[in-house]
């Protein structure tokens, strides 16, 4: 694929649409020239990696025959040790003092991750929280909102009482900034105050819609960890870089997949004995430079039509596919940890990959979440009696983890690198898979009995303040009776419109509609169907080994130990619950008396409604 050194720039540098500034300008949406790339690193590599493939392999360890292992393993797979270390991992040690900048801030994740932090360590520095604003004063206003006065701020605002907001002030710094502008859209002065006084960055910021246009998922998933890493390299102490992926960056992998971190280059479609009849994917090369190149050329002359982004959406999901990924949103953060690996040089790299985050287990109360998760308008619809089944393997697995557990996890990974870095040793790419495939899954079949039972203890009520009484979820294991249940039930609810209407004939536009809505579901249903039908299990030995080296002390106060998860209890009595609380805030708990009847609350709709907001 030509250097084997990633060069954004260049691939950049093609004509850009209007607003984007010169390489090495404070603000526009360009790239500086990385002048470290070559860096050389202390094994005698270069920073940039080389682009030569994936090196697959089997580990040792007992393992379920049936299951290949994608990954080369340094060695056989050890059990944790047992016990717990006395001294641990020096978690709140660590974290003392600590300086930190977090990109995403206002998000889902980024925000458990500042509360726990604050609430376990109040002697922790400073933490400049990333925010997109037009100036400093919309920043401060979104972090006051969005984090500050949250209610997953409760029990920090009950220990701090009226000193809370002055406690902040001495800890959280808005800072207006944008993960697509050079020096991530810090005005220099800032700027030059981070890069002397930041010890660890956490980059949250991403964009996690599956089918996004490519040109914007790949400017923020991609290109964006390429600026974030070119503005790490002016760090004067900076001790760890600290990515939060996905697990599902693995893409179309099948059975256990290591904790193996990218390398430029590597494409998932070249590691399958199967490709398509063309061999598409097995002569595919995968170069970055080309794929930033594409994407960015294709919006040259564009217009703000409708269609022209759709075209761009089609592109990113057939580039993914292409390579061996599921969708763009995978895609590209694949591409962003390779990006990062090749840029890394002697910077200590953690990159975190959680599965599907959901609702906190305990931590700082059970069941705090905000936004549509993966499952959760299913779950809501399901309740509400709009929706009675889905597409998904019963007898697969949904592979789940509370959001407290991922913080947890990723503060001890800081620790234990971040340690080690600053003695010398600690550098390198490391790897953490946050998942319960492997240990503790969470299969489809049992999830829908789980949502039965909690909905039949725990119905809804309709607008009369009776229960909704919900049937048994049905699941589709193919995109054919999928379909043909979409469009049965947009059929019987159309009917049900048209009888509520004393025999009136339904206009042209409603019945257009409708249809509209059924081909948007079987579309979002061929989204979903590589998560429903996910063959691939994450496993988790760097995570297990993690715990084993926590003291008791940490075990207690940073637990992450996805064992002993009780999915039952979880998804009946926390999930559901805080879906209610803290999503619905009240809203639907009396659903509609003619919702029922009418074709916009069929499942082909609420399931379109679904596709704009469900991320990973």
Same mark, same amino acid.
């Given at each position: 694929m030509g250097s084997s050194c990633v060069n954004l720039s260049r691939a950049l540098a093609a004509p850009r649409r209007p607003g984007f500034a010169v390489a090495g300008r404070d603000h526009g949406r360009s790239v500086v020239a990385l002048s470290s790339s070559s860096r050389r690193r202390a094994d005698g590599g270069v920073s940039c990696g080389i682009a030569n493939g994936y090196l697959g392999g089997l580990s040792g360890g007992s393992r379920p025959p049936s299951l290949p292992v994608h990954g080369k393993s340094s060695g056989p797979r050890s059990a944790p040790a047992p016990g717990d270390h006395a001294d641990g991992l020096g978690i709140g040690e660590f974290l003392g003092g600590k300086n930190f900048l977090i990109t995403g801030g206002t998000g889902f994740l980024a925000k458990v991750l500042i509360e726990k932090i604050l609430r376990t360590n109040p002697d922790v520095g400073k933490i400049y929280v990333l925010i997109?604003?037009?100036?400093?004063?919309?920043?401060?206003?979104?972090?006051?909102?969005?984090?500050?006065?949250?209610? &997953?701020?409760k029990r920090l605002q009950e220990t701090h009482g009226k000193d809370y907001h002055g406690f902040i002030e001495t800890k959280l710094v808005p800072v207006v900034g944008d993960v697509r502008e050079t020096n991530i859209g810090i005005a220099p002065e800032l700027a030059d105050e981070i890069s002397e006084r930041v010890d660890i960055i956490v980059n949250s910021a991403a964009n996690t819609t599956f089918d996004e246009r490519y040109d914007v998922a790949m400017d923020i998933n991609t290109v964006g960890p390429f600026r974030i890493m070119s503005f790490a390299h002016r760090f004067r102490r900076l001790k760890l870089f600290l990515q939060v992926s996905t697990a599902y960056v693995n893409g179309q992998r099948q059975g256990v997949v290591l904790e193996k971190p990218f390398r430029l280059g590597d494409t998932i479609g070249k590691e399958s004995s199967s490709s398509d009849s063309s061999g598409q994917k097995k002569n595919a090369v995968l170069d970055i430079e080309a794929e930033i190149k594409l994407a960015f050329d294709s919006r040259r002359h564009a217009d703000d039509s409708a269609s022209f982004s759709q075209e761009m959406k089609d592109l990113g999901l057939e580039r993914a596919k292409v390579h061996g990924w599921q969708d763009t949103y995978v895609f590209t953060k694949a591409m962003g940890e390779m990006v990062i690996n090749s840029m890394r040089g002697e910077i200590p790299v953690v990159t975190i990959r959680p599965s599907v985050i959901e609702s906190t287990w305990r931590d700082p109360f059970p069941g705090?979440?905000?936004?549509?998760?993966?499952?959760d308008p299913v779950v809501l619809y399901y309740g509400k009696g709009q929706l009675s089944g889905f597409l998904a393997d019963p007898?697969?697995?949904?592979?789940?983890?509370?959001?407290?557990?991922?913080?947890?996890?990723? &503060?001890?990974?800081?620790?234990?690198?971040?340690?080690?870095?600053?003695?010398?040793?600690?550098?390198?790419m490391h790897v953490y898979h946050v998942a319960s495939s492997t240990v503790n899954p969470l299969v489809f079949g049992d999830l829908s009995r789980f949502l039965f039972q909690h909905f039949t203890r725990n119905p809804y009520s309709d607008a009369a303040g009776q229960p909704i009484a919900v049937p048994p979820m049905r699941l589709f294991d193919t995109m054919e009776q999928f379909a043909s249940y979409v469009e049965a039930d947009a059929l019987l609810r159309t009917a049900r419109a048209g009888a509520a209407s004393a025999g009136e004939r339904l206009s042209q536009r409603f019945q257009e509609l409708c249809a509209k809505s059924i081909e948007q579901t079987i579309h979002l249903g061929s989204i979903y169907q590589p998560y429903t039908f996910y063959t691939g299990r994450f496993d988790n030995g760097n995570t297990e080994r993690l715990i084993a080296e926590m003291s008791a002390e940490e075990k207690a106060a940073f637990h992450f130990d996805v064992r002993s998860i009780d999915w039952t209890d979880y998804i009946t009595n926390v999930h559901i619950p805080g879906l209610r609380k803290h999503v619905m805030k009240g809203r639907g708990v009396t659903a509609s008396a003619s919702a029922s009847a009418s074709p916009s609350s069929s499942s082909a709709a609420v399931l379109a409604s679904v596709g704009a907001t469900t991320t990973v």
């Open positions: 997109k604003a037009k100036d400093s004063e919309a920043a401060l206003q979104r972090l006051q909102n969005e984090v500050v006065d949250t209610e &997953l701020f705090w979440m905000e936004g549509n998760r993966m499952m007898d697969g697995v949904l592979d789940v983890v509370p959001a407290d557990m991922v913080v947890n996890a990723t &503060l001890a990974s800081m620790a234990k690198h971040g340690r080690a870095a600053a003695t010398g040793s600690g550098g390198g």
